[in-house]
């Protein structure tokens, strides 16, 4: 798997050596030697590498927030969170696939579309656990949605659950723990400091 092209050797960031361990599908686990623009001293570090992803937030007319229930192996626990998918390009994409990425990922995991009209506002990106992997989500806010005319979720999805909160509700979830997913604590600091939601004290 390539390395992201947001993940490159300048300004006194050195690679010495990689050896790769792991490799399948979805990530693949080397360990690399860095020097570092701190140090001359080259650094030993495991990485997992992944294909990078897009995290949605779908907001409805009224102004409401879709949210889905989905079972994590990893954790063993279904969790609720704002849809997400990887992207299938090993080769970083272009902005175009990006957002037919984040489309698509609406429609499989909400049953929804971007209603007509309506608009995906990238937001930027983030890594998502920057000492571990070099991992990057890019985030949308997909405004207005609407229900599919036709939706059939993709066999292998766990997803147990979508509802639809209010701007209130999504604060109190994420104050009491409920909401406990990185991408979607991610995407909704991004829109309170964007100004397109309020998450005051709750």
């Not at 570092?36 to 949605?56: D, E, H």
């Not at 309506?118 to 229900?147: I, K, M, N, W």
């Not at 701007?167 to 994420?174: A, D, K, N, Q, W």
Request: glycine share 6%.
């Amino acid at each position: 798997m390539k390395r992201s092209k947001l993940v490159r050797d300048n300004d006194g960031w050195q690679t010495i050596s990689s050896e790769h361990h792991f490799t399948n599908s979805h990530l693949d686990v080397v360990t690399e030697q860095v020097r570092t623009p701190s140090s001359s001293q080259a650094r030993t570090w495991t990485t997992i590498r992944r294909k990078a992803a897009v995290v949605i937030a779908p907001m409805t007319s009224d102004g409401k927030f879709l949210l889905i229930k989905e079972e994590r192996i990893p954790i063993r626990a279904a969790i609720w969170s704002m849809p997400a998918g990887q992207i299938d390009d090993e080769v970083e994409p272009n902005e175009k696939e990006i957002e037919a990425v984040a489309l698509r990922e609406l429609h499989e995991e909400t049953g929804h579309d971007l209603a007509p009209g309506g608009e995906l506002v990238p937001l930027g990106y983030f890594f998502t656990s920057a000492g571990l992997t070099d991992e990057h989500c890019y985030f949308f806010l997909a405004r207005p949605v609407q229900p599919a005319d036709v939706h059939s979720r993709e066999e292998g999805e766990a997803i147990l659950e979508c509802r639809a909160v209010t701007t209130t509700e999504l604060g109190r979830m994420i104050a009491q723990n409920e909401i406990r997913d990185s991408n979607t604590l991610g995407i909704c600091a991004r829109l309170a400091a964007g100004a397109f939601i309020s998450l005051g004290p709750r």
